[in-house]
């Protein structure tokens, strides 16, 4: 190479060097600007407040001890309506009640006996503990006396057939998969056994069965009955359904084996004429995009049995952290944080599918729900467009400050939501650990002493930052 | 040192040797025989058939199952006092029924509600689980209603005095310390809190109180209520008593801390006339020294919550099992063994009270009783004299081929037999990990499902092994 020659090719290499450098600096960066750095810092300001609160734990209390069960239809639930509405206020958010037309089912008396079966002291009787589940109709009044056909599941009750089921009582002996349950699997296991509760009486009916009895679709093995939504269909008679406990489902089985086993099953629940309640709704107005909202939410509602702490006066308390973050910070976010407390999500969804139906989809920029309890978060779920998964990198390293470090899509994250998830609304959960979950909701163990303050206030930090974070979104979400 | 010394050192030397040896050998040996080669085989004979054997487990299934709560003075105790004669009868044991006249006190009706308190929504309830005591009078037939006194303790209640508690209901809310359990100890725990049980009604009585509640004595955090017997004293009012969940406890301390919080309390239990019932006696005879009795046993009486198949139907099982084993290896003991289904331990101990009374303590070679449930079983433990501590080596050596190398020496080692105890009779029990125990006895969720059938077969074989080294011992234990 001459000298000349070498000149030219380092004019020509330095020419392409500036270009390339330059191209560089010109092209549009691949991802946009998601969060401002205010943004980010105030999130995670947001966080070491939430992570500090005993707000939520408060309200918490407040909801399950002193109001206590919250059965749509019932006083309480009435009462914490109120109370919601009340304490929103206090925060000076905007409050309205959303006007519902909801169920209302009562628990009556219900009492299970075994008086017949092989080895029985004559003259006595074996107590069963059973609970009716939601929306069951009662027995005769002096209840009905049957034989139990035990059966695993809809498989075996159908090989049976209407000869072996026609005017016996059907229990549905599905066993709760434990070990799915504590490889941190609880919701799967859940999803599994409550297949029977739900549609346990409609199978059992078609085949002739004069009432259905479920093994409670829960991991608890403390006598505990697990109560819970069930159907009926409008072409099947309807018949009175009770779930019994893990231990007199056993039990059951086990005299079943023997011979015939025999049970005078009482329940006297009532379906009282529909009734009014709310959806409580509480806006924190955004000061850019005040008609964009970011729902934060749980369900006021719980069953009876407990006090419905974990299912869910903790998603409530959590959701209602928010705003009162927020403001404790002076932390105003650019859309409207909107706190909602659903009506009515345990036995007919009128809540959520009535705000689904009232409300503009499109104005909903996205939708919380926290509805799994209040165990140590481990990050979030997101049922929406893939292509948003991108934006919420974040917010995920934040939480992974907190051990929340996962984000999983799914195609639905909370039953209130799902409405708007099926309108395109992206939408949210707090993910949890769900290994001790399923052992205490719809039981009467579902009390206040099962919520631990730290782990509550993780989820109030999981719920705190992803409300902010979407409510300060440089960016409009794909869906 | 020259030749001839060394020489004649050495012959000193040997004959110091020879001596030595001599001496050595002639000695008697420092502990006299205890064991016979033949019964050291048999005994691990029998403890392979016992780690084998399902006996024990039907025999568990069957009370608990097919017979269910056998509380003291019901149809069902009857039952299971015919059902294990029969069965030892099977076996060609020489069975008798040794009569008792014992308490019959029967549950009734239970409802608690709190009827006012802080935060109360106007009209409504709110559920409390509890369960009578046993032995509790009942209240007036509509209920009674008052506010409820919260203390952790009976100092608690002295400071308060008769001004703060007159007329009032006392919760007794003495926490059960779940740590000492978890270490192992539950026993230790469940003493603590048994205090409250048996001696809140008087305590709280003699200031005025017109009820007692007393915090659940177990472990429990599912909403289960622990039964258990209480004491009246003749000079102190009796005053209905009765339990509360861990649950409830916490709830009604929270809202007391709040304000006023009255109960209406509703309980009627009745104490019925004495009745008859027996402890069944089942004998495997010795065959050469038939007088002296070994005894092993369990008691049949359980609470009425559950079925008692921890509390006690296991511990009468693995006692039913020991003839069982011995007759299937066709072994014949030195000395009997006695199989005892104690009647009433749970409420007066008139079963152990009356045997020690009516029998020759003398010839109660030794009492083994299982009370403690059936989880694996780390050794046994001993209430007689020191000295005889080393006679049970070769025991422990075969009993740590199945993990339960401990032997512990106590005071008292079961309720029944501590009356033979207290006469000075050699006493044992197998020694627990008590880690779960006390959180479902007494309670609705001691059921069979709670007995594995391997820990089981190894509390049987603790049993047998115990058993047949003691009715064959070479030598009189020291007593």
């Known amino acids: 190479m001459n000298n000349q020659i070498k000149q030219n090719f380092l004019i020509v290499f330095g020419f392409l060097l500036i270009f390339a450098l330059k191209t560089s600096a010109q092209q549009p960066s691949p991802t946009p600007i998601l969060y401002s750095e205010k943004t980010l810092n105030e999130l995670k300001q947001i966080q070491r407040a939430a992570l500090q609160s005993d707000y939520a734990y408060r309200q918490t209390a407040y909801l399950s001890n002193n109001i206590g069960a919250r059965l749509t239809g019932s006083l309480q639930a009435e ?7 009340e304490e929103m206020r206090k925060l000076g958010l905007d409050v309205r009640l959303q006007k519902l037309t909801v169920p209302h089912w009562v628990r009556g008396e219900e009492r299970g006996e075994l008086v017949e079966f092989d080895g029985m002291a004559r003259g006595t009787t074996q107590k069963i503990v059973l609970t009716a589940l939601g929306g069951s109709i009662a ?13 695993n599941n809809f498989d075996e009750l159908e090989k049976l057939g209407r000869k072996n089921v026609e005017g016996k009582i059907v229990l549905f002996n599905n066993k709760f998969d434990k070990q799915l349950e ?3 699997n609880g919701g799967a296991a859940y999803g599994q056994a409550v297949a029977y509760r739900g549609g346990g009486a409609i199978a059992a009916a078609r085949l002739g069965a004069i009432a259905v009895l479920v093994r409670s679709a829960g991991g608890s093995q403390n006598r505990l009955v697990h109560t819970g939504a069930m159907r009926y269909a409008d072409d099947v008679t ?7 406990s893990f231990e007199d489902a056993e039990t059951i089985a086990y005299l079943a084996k023997m011979g015939t086993v025999k049970i005078k099953l009482l329940l006297t629940p009532q379906t009282l004429p529909d009734t009014t309640s709310y959806n409580v709704i509480a806006d924190l107005k955004g000061s850019e995009k005040p008609d964009e909202v970011v729902i934060v939410s749980g369900h006021l509602d719980s069953w009876d049995l407990g006090t419905g702490a974990l299912d869910d006066a903790c998603g409530v308390a959590v959701s209602m952290q928010v705003p009162y973050l927020l403001k404790q910070l002076k932390i105003r976010p650019k859309r409207t944080v909107r706190v909602i407390a659903w009506m009515n999500e345990e036995n007919g969804s009128v809540g959520g599918r009535t705000y689904a139906k009232e409300e503009d989809a499109a104005k909903q920029f996205a939708a919380i729900e926290s509805d799994l309890g209040a165990t140590h978060p481990i990050g979030f779920q997101f049922a929406g467009k893939i292509e948003a998964m991108p934006f919420f990198a974040p917010l995920t390293k934040i939480l992974s400050e907190q051990g929340a470090r996962l984000s999983q ?6 039953q209130d939501i799902s409405f708007l998830t099926d309108k395109g609304v992206p939408s949210f959960a707090p993910m949890f650990d769900t290994r001790t979950y399923f052992n ?3 039981t009467a163990a579902d009390t206040f002493d099962k919520i631990t303050p730290k782990e509550l206030a993780e989820v109030g930090s999981v719920m705190a930052v992803l409300a902010y974070g979407l409510a300060n979104l440089e960016q409009p979400l794909p869906r």
Do not use: M, W
């Open 139 to 151: 027995t005769a009044p002096n209840g009905l006396t049957a034989e139990i056909v035990v059966v």
């Open 238 to 244: 309807k018949i009175p359904a009770a779930a019994v």
């Open 409 to 414: 899509r799914q195609d639905e994250v909370g």
């Open 79 to 85: 009462r914490a309506v109120q109370y919601v509405a």
């Open 182 to 184: 504590e490889s941190g």
């Open 440 to 442: 205490y909701h719809h």
